[in-house]
């Protein structure tokens, strides 16, 4: 108990100023290293909530050509196909072009079929599939810009040119934390009707095909049948699992996130220089003392362990007062940047990799003073005394 | 010979040198003495004589280089570092200088702190801290810090603390050293006290002759020899 004492006395009451820097410079670093995190686990987490019973098809030759929409019908004729729904990327803008935000014209039924994540209210899915003209949109995309069921909502379109006139229908909400709530859904009959009027050339033309099938097991072998039904064809297909078209995309920002994770690397090691220039100069202070409690009897161990506890309670200081401040700033940062960020919330992963890197900084920053007060011989410390 | 009258200190042909870089500075040469049980040793020299070190080697802080030293029939050179810092735990209370107590501590903690090497039950602790305490007359200040004590009042803390658990020797290096003259003689009063009330053997280091008065005997030590013999007094 005494010893308890000891080591809490030591890290917080002798020098005030000195461990309230310290631990203002770990919470600083936990915080830095934890909002990092959360970026790069955001920016994976559409491959983290991707399904396995999905498949994407879309052109081999790059996402921005269309594939004709009598593919549907063929693609649901492969065995183990349970559902095939589609959509295009509309590209629309809501009164300026910083008022970002994912829209998609979808075949509806079949779209929200595939997706149970969106909760749609059924009196509100019920009045969207009704009208070809209406839109759901995400809790959060609807909040933002404070929309509410019935407002008409003028999209630019910026692919297929002119003023769209959306009506709001319904708000859908996730099904958990992880779903993005930001995005706008509308008809794809409404689109391709209004194409049909002006440019025949993108009429019964689909971006994407999302399929359902029965099993993950038989993702690869259905996935080759499509594209071999449309191989030596005016627009052949490329399909892949749901989570290999999201990686697809990650791959393309892999160089941001690398240096994202470098980063968060030099972080941990400025808490390390800060901890271990602390705790360096803590036991070059307390030389003395230590050999005191040599002299009394105290052995190594104890020793180690009052160095090793208090670099441990400075940097877990730290580190919870680090990860008490990420939740409100990454709920901060998330309602700034959820143009980019449509779901921004720390991860329990990134929780336990804060606290990992606490404690292996700890032990790293006491190691050399450690060894040091070790390997110090009584009779040469008390002559530093005085 | 009957235990009490046997020397509870035995230094036979102990040596001592230090290395400063490639050379080798002898500081104790072919040291042997016995000091007996309850005895008030001073020990006396000029700076650099190795009082202090004979001092450490006594306490068991530092290793002899040749020679035995026997505490209680025990050989300490023979002990390795682990036995040896269980073996002062039980058997050295030391007095410094500067007092050397834990700032962030108060007396009464200050005192503990031997004891948490025993296998003493909470409640004997605070028995034994309250009466080394009490030996102190410190008894009302138990709560204070160190730093709300004067040099005198932190030097009897320190007594507290050497004899809480009631060791077999006393070794003190300077204990009047940092103290104004009203302290010292507090100081050495209580030492006095505690050899020859309660017996403690007690060997101290001092350069000061009034202190050395003190002491039941005085042993000089010059260039690392000792010069004169344990009851021979050069004031």
Same mark, same amino acid.
């Given at each position: 108990?005494?010893?308890?004492?000891l080591?809490?006395?030591n890290?917080?009451?002798r020098?005030?100023?000195?461990?309230?820097?310290?631990?203002?410079?770990?919470?600083?670093?936990?915080?830095?290293?934890?909002?990092?995190?959360?970026?790069?686990?955001?920016?994976?987490?559409?491959?983290?909530?991707?399904?396995?019973?999905?498949?994407?098809?879309?052109?081999?030759?790059?996402?921005?050509?269309?594939?004709?929409?009598?593919?549907?019908?063929?693609?649901?004729?492969?065995?183990?196909?349970?559902?095939?729904?589609?959509?295009?990327?509309?590209?629309?803008?809501?009164?300026?072009?910083?008022?970002?935000?994912?829209?998609?014209?979808?075949?509806?039924?079949?779209?929200?079929?595939?997706?149970?994540?969106?909760?749609?209210?059924?009196?509100?899915?019920?009045?969207?599939?009704?009208?070809?003209?209406?839109?759901?949109?995400?809790?959060?995309?609807?909040?933002?810009?404070?929309?509410?069921?019935?407002?008409?909502?003028?999209?630019?379109?910026?692919?297929?040119?002119?003023?769209?006139?959306?009506?709001?229908?319904?708000?859908?909400?996730?099904?958990?934390?992880?779903?993005?709530?930001?995005?706008?859904?509308?008809?794809?009959?409404?689109?391709?009707?209004?194409?049909?009027?002006?440019?025949?050339?993108?009429?019964?033309?689909?971006?994407?095909?999302?399929?359902?099938?029965?099993?993950?097991?038989?993702?690869?072998?259905?996935?080759?049948?499509?594209?071999?039904?449309?191989?030596?064809?005016?627009?052949?297909?490329?399909?892949?699992?749901?989570?290999?078209?999201?990686?697809?995309?990650?791959?393309?920002?892999?160089?941001?996130?690398?240096?994202?994770?470098?980063?968060?690397?030099?972080?941990?090691?400025?808490?390390?220089?800060?901890?271990?220039?602390?705790?360096?100069?803590t036991t070059?202070e307390r030389t003395g003392e230590y050999s005191i409690l040599k002299t009394l009897?105290f052995?190594?161990?104890?020793i180690?362990?009052l160095?090793?506890?208090?670099?441990?309670?400075?940097?877990?200081?730290?580190?919870?007062?680090?990860?008490?401040?990420?939740?409100?700033?990454?709920?901060?940062?998330?309602?700034?940047?959820?143009?980019?960020?449509?779901?921004?919330?720390?991860?329990?992963?990134?929780?336990?990799?804060?606290?990992?890197?606490?404690?292996?900084?700890?032990?790293?920053?006491?190691?050399?003073?450690?060894?040091?007060a070790?390997?110090l011989?009584?009779?040469?410390g008390l002559?530093r005394i005085? | 010979?009957?235990?009490?009258?046997?020397?509870?200190?035995?230094?036979?042909?102990?040596?001592?040198?230090?290395?400063?870089?490639?050379?080798?500075?002898?500081?104790?040469?072919?040291?042997?003495?016995?000091?007996?049980?309850?005895?008030? #040793?001073? +020990?006396? @020299?000029? !700076?650099?004589?190795? /009082? $202090?070190?004979?001092?450490?080697?006594?306490?068991?802080?530092?290793?002899?280089?040749?020679?035995?030293?026997?505490?209680?029939?025990?050989?300490?050179?023979?002990?390795?570092?682990?036995?040896?810092?269980?073996?002062?735990?039980?058997?050295?209370?030391?007095?410094?200088?500067?007092?050397n107590l834990i700032p962030v501590l108060?007396?009464?903690?200050?005192?503990?702190l031997? #004891?948490? +090497?025993? @296998?003493? !039950?909470?409640?004997? /602790? $605070?028995?034994?801290?309250?009466?080394?305490?009490?030996?102190?007359?410190?008894?009302?200040?138990?709560?204070?810090?160190?730093?709300?004590?004067?040099?005198?009042?932190?030097?009897?803390?320190?007594?507290?603390?050497?004899?809480?658990?009631?060791?077999?020797?006393?070794?003190?290096?300077?204990?009047?050293?940092?103290?104004?003259?009203?302290?010292?003689?507090?100081?050495?009063?209580?030492?006095?006290?505690?050899?020859?009330?309660?017996?403690?053997?007690?060997?101290?280091?001092?350069?000061?002759?009034?202190?050395?008065?003190?002491?039941?005997?005085?042993?000089?030590?010059?260039?690392?020899?000792?010069?004169?013999?344990?009851?021979?007094?050069?004031?």
């Open positions: 108990m005494l010893l308890i004492k080591l809490f006395k890290a917080f009451l020098h005030k100023l000195r461990s309230v820097l310290t631990v203002l410079g770990v919470t600083i670093a936990i915080l830095a290293f934890g909002l990092l995190r959360t970026v790069i686990t955001t920016w994976y987490l559409g491959v983290e909530t991707s399904s396995p019973t999905r498949l994407v098809t879309r052109n081999n030759v790059s996402i921005i050509f269309p594939l004709p929409l009598s593919y549907r019908e063929k693609i649901r004729q492969v065995e183990g196909v349970k559902i095939v729904s589609y959509g295009s990327w509309f590209g629309g803008v809501y009164k300026d072009k910083k008022n970002f935000f994912a829209n998609f014209a979808v075949e509806p039924r079949s779209y929200l079929e595939l997706y149970p994540e969106f909760i749609v209210p059924p009196d509100d899915k019920e009045a969207f599939l009704r009208d070809r003209r209406g839109f759901i949109a995400g809790k959060k995309l609807a909040d933002r810009f404070g929309w509410k069921k019935g407002d008409i909502v003028t999209l630019e379109g910026t692919i297929y040119p002119g003023k769209w006139d959306f009506i709001l229908r319904g708000i859908y909400r996730g099904r958990d934390v992880n779903v993005d709530e930001t995005q706008f859904f509308f008809h794809w009959d409404y689109l391709n009707e209004s194409v049909l009027k002006s440019k025949i050339s993108l009429s019964d033309q689909v971006g994407f095909y999302m399929i359902g099938i029965s099993s993950p097991g038989i993702s690869a072998q259905v996935s080759q049948e499509i594209d071999a039904m449309f191989k030596n064809s005016a627009a052949e297909t490329i399909t892949e699992t749901e989570k290999a078209f999201v990686q697809g995309f990650i791959a393309m920002s892999e160089a941001i996130i690398v240096a994202i994770q470098l980063v968060s690397l030099v972080v941990i090691l400025i808490i390390m220089a800060v901890v271990a220039n602390t705790m360096a100069m070059r009897g052995g190594g161990g104890v180690a362990l160095i090793m506890g208090e670099s441990l309670l400075v940097t877990l200081s730290g580190c919870i007062l680090g990860i008490a401040l990420t939740y409100p700033i990454a709920g901060a940062f998330g309602t700034y940047l959820g143009t980019y960020f449509p779901v921004f919330s720390v991860e329990n992963e990134t929780v336990l990799l804060d606290f990992i890197a606490a404690v292996l900084v700890a032990f790293a920053a006491a190691v050399i003073p450690v060894r040091n070790l390997k011989r009584v009779a040469e002559r005085g | 010979m009957p235990p009490e009258q046997e020397p509870i200190v035995r230094i036979r042909g102990v040596s001592k040198s230090y290395r400063s870089g490639s050379r080798i500075l002898p500081v104790l040469e072919d040291i042997s003495i016995d000091i007996g049980h309850g005895e008030f #040793l001073a +020990l006396m @020299g000029p !700076s650099g004589s190795g /009082k $202090s070190t004979l001092l450490n080697l006594i306490a068991g802080i530092d290793r002899t280089d040749g020679g035995t030293i026997e505490i209680g029939r025990i050989d300490i050179t023979k002990m390795s570092e682990t036995e040896l810092a269980e073996w002062r735990s039980l058997h050295v209370g030391f007095i410094f200088q500067f007092y108060t007396a009464y903690e200050n005192v503990e031997p #004891l948490y +090497l025993t @296998g003493l !039950s909470r409640m004997e /602790k $605070s028995e034994h801290v309250r009466t080394a305490l009490a030996v102190v007359k410190l008894k009302d200040r138990m709560d204070h810090y160190p730093a709300q004590l004067s040099g005198g009042e932190q030097q009897r803390v320190a007594i507290a603390r050497a004899i809480v658990t009631d060791p077999t020797i006393i070794v003190a290096d300077e204990p009047t050293g940092d103290l104004d003259r009203k302290s010292a003689q507090d100081v050495l009063d209580l030492m006095g006290r505690l050899n020859s009330e309660s017996r403690k053997t007690i060997i101290m280091v001092t350069h000061d002759p009034r202190a050395a008065r003190r002491a039941r005997s005085i042993l000089y030590l010059e260039k690392g020899v000792l010069s004169h013999a344990p009851d021979q007094t050069p004031f």
